[in-house]
């Protein structure tokens, strides 16, 4: 799986609008008037970071952490990419599987689809170039395992793109009056009658303890999304199950608000994401 080092070449680009192009293509219309498939304001913002972050080419390979129902891979895929799908739920392997041969096209990447944990990764030692990891680790309780096996798999050079929840100190409020969720631990909650529904924000010292320490890995400046005004707006109120309709709508937030947000507005962001380097 290990690649050589970088090649002059096309970069592969998804910008906001291409990734709403590629969910119409992948998912049918009815993705501008409902939100399926984990796809939300929030992946306008990740999987165009992500990809530019990762630096990909057509022909390398990205292993995708966590890739749950999410159309990422597939557009990979679309831009000539080789992606590993590695998700802990098999019934979303064979729904991922499904959709890949229902839109798979000649010229695409390869598409290799993996049922594993991320916390035991059936993969080499040092033999992978370019991870993605989005909105996908704060799931996991045994996160420092997942720490341990990103710092095993990333080859030297390699480069992993990560976006997770954060805090700078605590979150009580989290999905206030929409979600019961209960406190399992400072800033992480299991949703309550849903077994196994995990999550958790990190602080920017469990960043540093969790995902950087065990492979001493070098962390890029972190980038935030979702300040007061998407995230009060977006998430945690009880207008959310119609705020996030409208995948047209959350084009525009993202490409009106969030740079608005990002520039002018101090208060902690929702998600952060950051790149480590090994
Ligand atoms: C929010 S969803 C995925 C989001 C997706 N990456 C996207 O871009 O929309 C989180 C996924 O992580 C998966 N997951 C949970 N624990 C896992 C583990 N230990 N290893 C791999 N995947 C896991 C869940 O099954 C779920 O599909």
């Known amino acids: 799986m290990a690649q050589a080092v970088k090649k002059p070449g096309r970069a592969v680009r998804l910008p906001a609008w291409r990734t709403v192009a590629y969910e119409i293509a992948l998912n049918g219309w009815r993705i501008l008037r409902e939100t399926v498939n984990d796809f939300s304001l929030w992946r306008l913002i990740e ?12 022909g390398d390979l990205v292993l995708d952490l966590g890739s749950g129902t999410s159309s990422y891979p597939h557009m990979l895929a679309k831009e000539g990419v080789d ?26 990447g390869r598409f290799f689809p993996l049922v594993a944990s991320a916390t035991a990764m059936p993969i080499r030692d040092e033999s992978v170039q370019r991870i993605a990891a989005v909105s996908s680790l704060e799931h996991i309780p045994d996160d420092e395992a997942v720490g341990r096996e990103l710092a095993r798999v990333l080859a030297p050079g390699g480069l992993a793109a990560l976006t997770l929840p954060y805090t700078s100190k605590g979150r009580t409020d989290f999905f206030k009056g929409i979600r019961k969720f209960l406190p399992a631990g400072p800033n992480a909650f299991v949703q309550e009658g849903k077994a196994g529904s995990f999550f958790r924000f990190y602080t920017e010292a469990d960043l540093h303890r969790v995902y950087v320490a065990p492979g001493a890995l070098k962390i890029s400046p972190l980038e935030g999304f979702g300040r007061s005004i998407l995230n009060g707006r977006y998430h945690e109120t009880r207008l959310t199950r119609y705020w996030r309709r409208f995948v047209l709508k959350d084009l525009l937030l993202a490409l009106i608000v969030h740079p608005l947000e990002e520039r002018f507005d101090r208060s902690d962001p929702l998600y952060v994401m950051f790149t480590l380097r090994k």
Request: hydrophobic content about 45%; cysteine-free; overall charge positive.
């Open 83 to 108: 992606v590993i799908v590695l998700e802990l739920d098999a019934d979303r392997v064979r729904w991922q599987l499904a959709k890949r041969r229902a839109t798979a096209r000649r010229g695409d």
């Open 47 to 58: 999987y165009p970071w992500a990809t530019r972050a990762l630096e990909v080419q057509p």
